[in-house]
């Protein structure tokens, strides 16, 4: 279960509540001290004295009220938090009666004597128990709601979080069956043809397979990783295709260890093979890219096939990466498309660590 650990009130919440206290406090006084002053006698110091009374003990019963974790946290016993929050309020009521009859020496210049008026004490005592056990449990009943509100959330986001890892994972699971039909055609034709390319593909194929396997995250790796998969990738199509495919791969030394999500590329080099070498009978080439640019890591990936039709639809290769993308940066990256003057995708992705 979460736990959730009280947490002071800010400042501003703070002064709000302080001052709140004040004023109400003062006009309790001002009520309670014009009362005896009219009921009793007529002597002003009933009025002072109230004031410094209400004053003095509604802010330490306040105080006492908003900071009573630092006190109630040493048990989980709701019996036992109510007592020491009685204690406190009493501790409240002896040290503003004191403070009181202290001022009011001062400010009348008679005498002041520790502890001597048993009887205001015990009305104090009595108005602090009544007045702050109430407002207690309504603070409580305001926090025990905020924690199950903040549990709830905590769940929510825990919930959300596995979805999307859970979307993660199939939209992982999409990219990599996805050209094992040709690969397996190829290797089935080069084995009577050509043995010792069958055994080449069988190897390299398992190879990219240890890497889709042997990933502590299915997340994020490095960007050294992910160019280890396209390369393995396009030698398995460059035995598969011949003299018709030729690669490169261009990535800055100073990024290979920077993060990155895992599968990204393969999908647009699979799309360039399908579209741009598989298409037609002469040589064609395809360019892979992983910069640094302006504090963003650039992934392109051209091809010397044919162009883009003019009005271009998102197959199921880039229509993955973008579903992916979008979970992982919502909108905090770009996929671009470009015919003129190269012809290339183009992913711009944050920097990471």
């Not at 406190?88 to 202290?102: D, N, P, Q, R, V």
């Not at 397996?184 to 010792?196: M, Q, R, V, Y």
Request: charged fraction near 20%; include cysteine; proline fraction near 5%.
């Amino acid at each position: 279960m979460l736990q959730v650990s009280p947490l002071t009130p800010t400042t501003s919440k703070l002064i709000t509540k302080v001052l709140m206290v004040i004023l109400v406090s003062i006009g309790i006084g001002l009520c309670f001290g014009t009362y005896l002053y009219f009921t009793v006698d007529h002597q002003f110091s009933r009025i002072v004295t109230s004031v410094l009374s209400s004053l003095d003990i509604g802010s330490l019963m306040m105080l006492a009220i908003y900071y009573r974790f630092y006190f109630t946290n040493i048990t989980d016993s709701p019996y036992l938090r109510v007592l020491i929050m009685i204690c406190l309020l009493i501790l409240a009521a002896m040290l503003g009666s004191e403070l009181t009859l202290f001022l009011k020496a001062l400010i009348y210049r008679t005498p002041f004597t520790f502890f001597n008026s048993a009887g205001f004490y015990v009305l104090n005592i009595l108005i602090a128990l009544v007045a702050g056990i109430p407002m207690y449990v309504s603070e409580e009943w305001k926090e025990n709601l905020n924690s199950r509100v903040v549990t709830q959330q905590f769940k929510l986001l825990q919930l959300e979080q596995q979805n999307t890892l859970f979307e993660l994972e199939l939209l992982r699971a999409k990219i990599n069956p996805h050209f094992l039909y040709n690969v397996h055609n190829s290797i089935a034709g080069l084995i009577s043809k050509d043995p010792e390319k069958a055994e080449t593909m069988v190897l390299l194929l398992s190879k990219f397979f240890r890497f889709t396997l042997n990933k502590n995250s299915a997340t994020f790796h490095t960007i050294g990783d992910e160019i280890g998969i396209i390369r393995t990738y396009l030698d398995l199509q460059a035995i598969r295709y011949e003299e018709r495919l030729t690669y490169i791969i261009d990535a800055d030394p100073a990024i290979i260890d920077l993060q990155m999500p895992s599968f990204i590329l393969q999908p647009l080099v699979e799309n360039a093979v399908k579209h741009g070498i598989e298409p037609i009978s002469v040589k064609g080439s395809i360019t892979v890219s992983i910069l640094l640019i302006d504090k963003n890591i650039q992934l392109k990936v051209a091809d010397t096939g044919p162009d883009f039709p003019d009005s271009p639809g998102i197959g199921m290769g880039l229509q993955t990466v973008n579903n992916k993308l979008r979970l992982l940066y919502k909108e905090d990256f770009k996929l671009n498309i470009s015919k003129l003057p190269e012809k290339y995708v183009e992913i711009i992705l944050p920097k990471g660590n």
